[in-house]
Nanobody
Framework: QVQLVESGGGLVQPGGSLRLSCAAS????????MGWYRQAPGKQREMVATITSGASTNYADSVKGRFTTTRDNAKNTVYLQMNSLKPEDTAVYYCNARRTVVAFQSYDLDYWGQGTQVTVSS
């Protein structure tokens, strides 16, 4: 199993920056694809960014050019650097770890952090 702990959330003004961290423990970090998801009040949870074990990244269109995710396998930690923040970025941000298990039928194992609040307001 994997335990995930997010940190770095808080209140920031529009145009500001924030860096989120997600520390993983309990398994081999390098085997997992890591991701960031967010959920705003009244909206469904959406993918923000993902990064594979090979460091390939994918971003939601709404954050491309503003957000960057990286990982440090030696520290079992993934980061989300958020720049040029907008009020629309306000949400609870969740860290995700996913591993595909190959068996008779392949399936995914997903683990989630507790979430950290990001509020963008003047």
């Amino acid at each position: 199993q994997v335990q995930l702990v997010e940190s770095g959330g808080g209140l920031v003004q529009p145009g500001g920056s924030l860096r989120l961290s997600c520390a993983a423990s309990g398994s081999i970090f390098s085997f997992y694809t890591m991701g960031w998801y967010r959920q705003a009040p009244g909206k469904q949870r959406e993918m923000v960014a993902t990064i594979t074990s090979g460091a390939s990244t994918n971003y939601a269109d709404s954050v491309k050019g503003r957000f960057t995710t990286t990982r440090d396998n030696a520290k079992n930690t993934v980061y989300l650097q958020m720049n040029s923040l907008k009020p629309e970025d306000t949400a609870v941000y969740y860290c995700n770890a996913r591993r595909t298990v190959v068996a008779f039928q392949s399936y995914d194992l997903d683990y989630w952090g507790q979430g950290t609040q990001v509020t963008v307001s003047s």
